[in-house]
């Protein structure tokens, strides 16, 4: 493998189960359930932690639903719907309850990692188990040799699930983005495919 990643002008196809969760390209029918967890009532919550501060109109759902499903990897990245699999999380098999995405870099083989998650479904691994299954086909179909996330400084809940899945710290932005009319610093985290490789091994 020479870890020069997917090719960049890829649609995603990929469909990956996990024991409780589904992860797929969004549909425009997951567009209400979507919204209503992170431009609803726990919006200011759930975006504190990314750049974006969430949609003003489930349009802007949509438009991110079709983005997903038509750009290539090389464009944005590849998005999934993240769903509960069997209704066990909500009593809704199938429902989407938050994204995670795997992104470009500007070097062959090197991408990041994004993702949110609806508040009620906090605490329960949930994305832990989602970024583990991401962080598999990164390092295995989609052959990359390296996978990073930013996350700020102040998102202490990302930065404890990626420290748990073994990425290190390798330093820190500061003045990374501009958040709610406030500079915020940003840490940088990574994890090479052989270093994941010995950790899924162990």
Same mark, same amino acid.
């Given at each position: ?40 009532? &726990? +919006?200011?919550?759930? /975006?504190? *932690? ?7 109109? @489930? !349009? ?23 769903? &509960? +699999?069997?209704?066990? /999380?909500? *009593? ?7 994204? @995670? !995405? ?43 040799v390296k996978v990073e996330a ?42 090479l495919r052989a270093e994941w ?6």
């Amino acid at each position: 493998m020479t870890g020069r990643g997917p090719d960049r002008a890829a649609l995603n196809t990929y469909r990956i189960e996990t024991e409780r969760l589904v992860l797929e390209v969004p549909s425009e029918s997951d567009a209400p359930a979507l919204f209503s967890l992170v431009g609803g009532d &726990d +919006r200011q919550e759930v /975006t504190s *932690g990314l750049i974006w501060d969430g949609p003003d109109e @489930i !349009s802007e759902t949509i438009g991110f639903i079709h983005q997903a499903q038509t750009e290539r990897y090389g464009e944005s990245g590849f998005h999934w719907a993240i769903r &509960d +699999r069997t209704g066990s /999380t909500t *009593g809704s098999p199938g429902i989407a309850i938050g994204m @995670i !995405s795997a992104r470009p870099s500007d070097q062959p083989g090197r991408g990041d990692v994004g993702y949110w998650l609806g508040k009620p479904y906090w605490g329960n691994g949930i994305m832990r188990e989602a970024l583990t299954a991401v962080l598999d086909l990164c390092f295995g179909e989609l052959n990359q040799v390296k996978v990073e996330a930013e996350i700020f400084t102040t998102n202490s809940r990302s930065k404890a699930l990626v420290e748990r899945l073994g990425m290190q710290l390798e330093g820190t932005i500061r003045s990374s983005h501009l958040k709610r009319g406030e500079w915020v610093d940003a840490h940088v985290y990574g994890i090479l495919r052989a270093e994941w490789t010995a950790l899924r091994s162990s």
